[in-house]
């Protein structure tokens, strides 16, 4: 048997793939064009704004402790994943993952004890500021 290369396949069913994928294009666009609304309002043509008047200030000031608990997040986020890829090879990583993954889980509750003392965890009442524990 002749192994099937890809001169020998016929290119006529990709070029009709490609036109109709055009032509439902076209036809999305056409019809928003002719059926959809049209305003005009003076915040229509700026950038970012999609036709909403924009108030105020784009500028937001953000705590401190927001960046902390995205920081946090993403931390625990990524134990979860490493766990869970863990747990599926459990069988196959036999005694020697399982110590692996305890002691893993070691490192980061001494990490998470350690937040905690700072007192990185406590997200209402005083906020948490560094300068506030390195001057203390």
Avoid: C
């Avoid at 979860?80 to 459990?90: E, G, M, P, V």
């Amino acid at each position: 048997m002749n192994p099937v290369t890809l001169s020998d396949q016929p290119i006529w069913p990709l070029v009709a793939y490609g036109l109709a994928v055009i032509a439902l294009i076209g036809l999305m666009l056409g019809l928003s064009y002719f059926l959809g609304q049209r305003r005009r309002d003076p915040a229509t043509d700026e950038p970012y704004e999609s036709g909403i008047v924009s108030q105020g200030s784009a500028r937001l000031r953000l705590s401190v402790s927001y960046y902390l608990v995205a920081i946090l997040f993403i931390v625990f986020d990524l134990e979860a994943i490493y766990l869970f890829s863990w747990s599926i090879a459990f069988r196959e990583t036999g005694l020697h993952g399982f110590i692996e993954a305890t002691i893993f889980i070691a490192i980061l509750f001494v990490g998470l004890l350690y937040l905690w003392r700072l007192g990185a965890l406590d997200w209402g009442g005083k906020q948490f500021s560094l300068e506030h524990k390195e001057n203390s």
